[in-house]
């Protein structure tokens, strides 16, 4: 039998998946108090996009009735984070979600400062949706996601290269994440490192030009955001042995607030090409042409396409390397594990 009184609190722009989770763990308390946020808050607080709170209300209560919690739920204004939560005598626990949880600790503290007993804390975790970021009202409301977080409309992603080998090997990583449910552009950008970087460069250079190829994508204008762009380096790592350098592919998937790595299958570059690059301040490609006789071979099958005798293609190297950038995302998004 449902007992206790439960208190959440939001401005409930739409009611998403997200709440909805929110709104079931209600179910088992007997008393249900909701503070719903003002217009006044929502505009001081510059939370976009919204509605009036009358239509809030109105998808609330549809909510709430769908969920069986209505009849035994009082839904009041808030004017604060709190919304009353720091003086309630007769609540015992606080619903939050993750992104809110940082609210309930700071009323808890208030609550004590009014010689309150603290409220247990029931933390609802995030979900995420088809694009593998966390199921927003934004997203909704600019059509790229329903409520539950499927696309609406392709993913736009941007990725740093006019090389038409790293283009195909980035085009068969995204449909391995994403199906068909993207469009993707392409620039140049420059990695700001060295022409073949060494060692931590690598990263650098793949975060430097998954950056750049971002703020080029958002400065354009209406229209043309991205939804992730997407930075490629291959540089020689001879941490581990001095005397081996090893070929690998990086790989930086950019949201513009965090970034996610993933690295590609590496080989073994000849010690007499991995000098002459030092020596030269060269590439790989440059260094095989005076070799080979092939020109941007990192155009075409790549160093690992002519060193394998066509066994493997650099191709590969960049869609393992993109697919693996993606892996942190996906296990946030589909098992809840944080990186």
Same mark, same amino acid.
């Given at each position: 039998?449902?007992?206790?009184?439960?208190?959440?609190?939001?401005?409930?722009?739409?009611?998403?998946?997200?709440?909805? +989770?929110?709104?079931? =763990?209600? %179910?088992?308390?007997?008393?249900?108090?909701?503070? *719903?946020? !003002?217009?006044?808050?929502?505009? #001081?607080?510059?939370?976009?996009?919204?509605?009036?709170?009358?239509?809030?209300?109105?998808?609330?209560?549809?909510?709430?009735?769908?969920?069986?919690?209505?009849?035994?739920?009082?839904?009041?204004?808030?004017?604060?984070?709190?919304?009353?939560?720091?003086?309630?005598?007769?609540?015992?626990?606080?619903?939050?979600?993750?992104?809110?949880?940082?609210?309930?600790?700071?009323?808890?503290?208030?609550?004590?400062?009014?010689?309150?007993?603290?409220?247990?804390?029931?933390?609802?975790?995030?979900?995420?949706?088809?694009?593998?970021?966390?199921?927003?009202?934004?997203?909704?409301?600019?059509?790229?996601?329903?409520?539950?977080?499927?696309?609406?409309?392709?993913?736009?992603?941007?990725?740093?290269?006019?090389?038409?080998?790293?283009?195909? +090997?980035?085009?068969? =990583?995204? %449909?391995?994440?994403?199906?068909?449910?993207?469009? *993707?552009? !392409?620039?140049?950008?420059?990695? #700001?490192?060295?022409?073949?970087?060494?060692?931590?460069?690598?990263?650098?250079?793949?975060?430097?030009?998954?950056?750049?190829?971002?703020?080029?994508?958002?400065?354009?204008?209406?229209?043309?955001?991205?939804?992730?762009?997407?930075?490629?380096?291959?540089?020689?790592?001879?941490?581990?042995?001095?005397?081996?350098?090893?070929?690998?592919?990086?790989?930086?998937?950019?949201?513009?607030?965090?970034?996610?790595?993933?690295?590609?299958?590496?080989?073994?570059?000849?010690?007499?090409?991995?000098?002459?690059?030092?020596?030269?301040?060269?590439?790989?490609?440059?260094?095989?042409?005076?070799?080979?006789?092939?020109?941007?071979?990192?155009?075409?099958?790549?160093?690992?396409?002519?060193?394998?005798?066509?066994?493997?293609?650099?191709?590969?190297?960049?869609?393992? =390397?993109?697919?693996?950038?993606?892996?942190?995302?996906?296990?946030?998004?589909?098992?809840?594990?944080?990186?």
């Amino acid at each position: 039998m449902a007992k206790g009184h439960c208190i959440l609190g939001g401005t409930f722009t739409y009611v998403h998946a997200g709440h909805e +989770g929110m709104l079931s =763990a209600c %179910r088992k308390f007997s008393r249900v108090s909701i503070g *719903l946020t !003002s217009d006044a808050f929502v505009k #001081r607080n510059k939370i976009y996009p919204s509605f009036p709170y009358a239509r809030r209300l109105a998808g609330l209560k549809a909510a709430l009735k769908k969920t069986g919690v209505l009849p035994r739920c009082e839904i009041f204004k808030i004017e604060n984070e709190a919304g009353g939560a720091d003086r309630n005598k007769a609540a015992d626990t606080i619903i939050v979600s993750e992104e809110t949880e940082s609210a309930a600790v700071r009323i808890n503290r208030q609550r004590k400062k009014n010689s309150l007993r603290p409220l247990k804390i029931i933390t609802v975790p995030l979900l995420y949706g088809d694009d593998l970021k966390k199921i927003s009202n934004v997203a909704i409301y600019e059509g790229k996601t329903d409520l539950h977080g499927r696309l609406r409309v392709p993913l736009r992603i941007q990725v740093a290269t006019d090389n038409p080998t790293k283009r195909k +090997g980035t085009a068969t =990583a995204l %449909r391995r994440i994403f199906g068909s449910k993207f469009t *993707l552009n !392409s620039h140049s950008e420059d990695s #700001r490192v060295p022409a073949h970087p060494f060692d931590n460069q690598t990263f650098e250079g793949a975060r430097n030009r998954a950056v750049a190829a971002w703020k080029r994508a958002n400065g354009a204008g209406k229209g043309s955001k991205c939804d992730y762009s997407l930075g490629i380096e291959s540089g020689l790592f001879s941490r581990m042995h001095p005397h081996t350098h090893i070929d690998i592919t990086i790989a930086c998937v950019y949201d513009g607030k965090t970034e996610t790595y993933g690295t590609g299958m590496g080989f073994v570059v000849p010690e007499q090409i991995a000098k002459k690059i030092k020596r030269d301040k060269s590439d790989l490609s440059v260094a095989l042409a005076e070799i080979t006789g092939i020109e941007r071979i990192g155009w075409k099958q790549g160093a690992l396409g002519w060193f394998s005798k066509g066994k493997m293609h650099r191709a590969e190297q960049i869609e393992a =390397a993109v697919t693996c950038a993606f892996v942190p995302r996906v296990a946030v998004a589909k098992l809840g594990m944080e990186y």
